[in-house]
C-alpha cells in the first residue's frame, strides 16, 4: 500500500498556485485502510483505519480548522462511483472551507498538526485534497 502524505513539496506548490486572501474549499476524498497502518514501531492499540482517522485524528484536527476560522460544510459517505476509473473508489468525502491558503498552510506545518497526521498516514489507503475556490467559472 502506498503511504499518504502531505508533503512539503506539495505545499509549496499549493502556496504557488492559490491565491493569498480568498476563502478556499477542500475536498478530501478518502478511501481507509482495513487496519490503520502506524507501522513497526506502533504503540496504538490496533483499529481500523476509519476508527484512526474518526477517532484519533479528526477530533485533534477539528478544533484546530475552527480555531482558524474554518468548518466542516459537508461530511458523509460515498454511496457509489459512476464516474471514475475501475480501480478508484472512495468511502468517505468531506468538504472543508477555510478563510483563505495562508491558514490552512500554517496549520498543516504546525507542530501541533504534525503530531496528528500521523493518524490521518495511518488510516488512509488512498486519498485527495483538492484546493477549490467559489465562483471560478470558464
Given at each position: 500500500?502506498?503511504?499518504?502524505?502531505?508533503?512539503?513539496?506539495a505545499l509549496a506548490e499549493l502556496?504557488?498556485?492559490?491565491?493569498?486572501?480568498?476563502?478556499?474549499?477542500?475536498?478530501?476524498?478518502?478511501r481507509f485502510r482495513d487496519t490503520?497502518?502506524?507501522?513497526?514501531?506502533?504503540?496504538?492499540?490496533?483499529?481500523?483505519?476509519?476508527?484512526?482517522?474518526?477517532?484519533?485524528?479528526?477530533?485533534?484536527?477539528?478544533?484546530?480548522?475552527?480555531?482558524?476560522?474554518?468548518?466542516?460544510?459537508?461530511?458523509?459517505?460515498?454511496?457509489?462511483?459512476?464516474?471514475?476509473?475501475?480501480?478508484?473508489?472512495?468511502?468517505?468525502?468531506?468538504?472543508?472551507?477555510?478563510?483563505?491558503?495562508?491558514?490552512?498552510?500554517?496549520?498543516f506545518r504546525s507542530p501541533d498538526?504534525?503530531?496528528?497526521?500521523?493518524?490521518?498516514?495511518?488510516?488512509?489507503?488512498?486519498?485527495?485534497?483538492?484546493?477549490?475556490?467559489?465562483?471560478?467559472?470558464?
Amino acid at each position: 500500500m502506498r503511504t499518504v502524505t502531505i508533503s512539503e513539496a506539495a505545499l509549496a506548490e499549493l502556496e504557488r498556485q492559490v491565491p493569498q486572501g480568498v476563502p478556499v474549499t477542500m475536498l478530501n476524498l478518502l478511501r481507509f485502510r482495513d487496519t490503520a497502518d502506524y507501522g513497526p514501531n506502533d504503540t496504538l492499540a490496533p483499529c481500523s483505519g476509519r476508527a484512526a482517522y474518526y477517532e484519533r485524528y479528526a477530533p485533534a484536527v477539528t478544533p484546530m480548522v475552527m480555531a482558524l476560522g474554518g468548518r466542516v460544510v459537508w461530511a458523509g459517505s460515498v454511496l457509489g462511483h459512476p464516474v471514475c476509473r475501475d480501480d478508484e473508489r472512495w468511502d468517505d468525502m468531506l468538504v472543508v472551507e477555510y478563510p483563505d491558503i495562508e491558514s490552512i498552510l500554517g496549520m498543516f506545518r504546525s507542530p501541533d498538526y504534525q503530531a496528528q497526521v500521523m493518524h490521518r498516514t495511518a488510516a488512509l489507503a488512498d486519498s485527495r485534497l483538492i484546493a477549490t475556490r467559489e465562483g471560478d467559472k470558464p
